[in-house]
C-alpha cells in the first residue's frame, strides 16, 4: 500500500511557526513520527510540502496513478479553495484531511473546510498524530477493515 502525505502551504515552517499552537516539531520530525508508524502498517509513504495552490493541485492530480490513498495537510487552503476540493473531489482514491491544531477551537474562519466534504474524513487536534491517526484509518479503509 502506497501512501502520499502531503503538507500545504507554511508548513515548512514548523517548529519555529507559532510552537505555541502547532508544537517544536519541525516538518522532518513530523515526517519521521508518521514514516515510523508507517513502518510498522507495512505502508510505503511518500512525503511531499507545497506552498503553492497550483503544485497541490498538480500532487493530487498524479496521485491517483501513483498511490492507493492520499493523507493532506490543506493548511489555510482547506477554509477558502474550491480548487483544491474539486482536485480531491476528482481522485479515485481516498483522501484523508488533517490539521495538526484544533481548528474548531481557534479563529471563526478556520472553522469552516471547503475541502474536508471531499475527504473520507478529518482528523486534527493531535499534533503529528493528526497524520498517524489519519494513515491508521487510511489503511484500515484500503484493506477494507472499515466502511467507507
Ligand atoms: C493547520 C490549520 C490551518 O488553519 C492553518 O492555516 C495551517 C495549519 C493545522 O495543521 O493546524 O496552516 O492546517
Known amino acids: 500500500m ?16 507559532q510552537p505555541e499552537i502547532y ?14 508508524a508507517a513502518a510498522d502498517l507495512g505502508v510505503d509513504v511518500t512525503f511531499a510540502q507545497h506552498n503553492g495552490e497550483g503544485e497541490i493541485l498538480d500532487a493530487l492530480h498524479a496521485a491517483s496513478s501513483q498511490y492507493d490513498g492520499v493523507v493532506i495537510n490543506p493548511g489555510a487552503y482547506a477554509h477558502y479553495s474550491y480548487a483544491i ?10 483522501a484523508i484531511e488533517v490539521h495538526l491544531s484544533n481548528v474548531a477551537a481557534r479563529e471563526e474562519f478556520r472553522r ?3 475541502t474536508s466534504a471531499a475527504c473520507t ?10 497524520y498517524v491517526l ?7 479503509l484500503c484493506r477494507r477493515e472499515t466502511q467507507r
Do not use: Q, Y
Open 121 to 130: 474524513g478529518t482528523i486534527g487536534g493531535f499534533g503529528a498524530t493528526s
Open 85 to 94: 476540493a474539486d482536485a480531491l473531489a476528482a481522485m479515485e482514491i481516498p
Open 134 to 140: 489519519a494513515l491508521h484509518a487510511l489503511t484500515a
Open 23 to 36: 508544537g517544536n516539531r519541525t516538518l522532518a520530525d513530523v515526517n519521521d513520527v508518521v514514516a515510523a
Open 2 to 17: 502506497r501512501v502520499l502525505v502531503l503538507h500545504g502551504p507554511n508548513l515548512n515552517l514548523l517548529g519555529t511557526r
Open 112 to 114: 469552516t473546510s471547503v
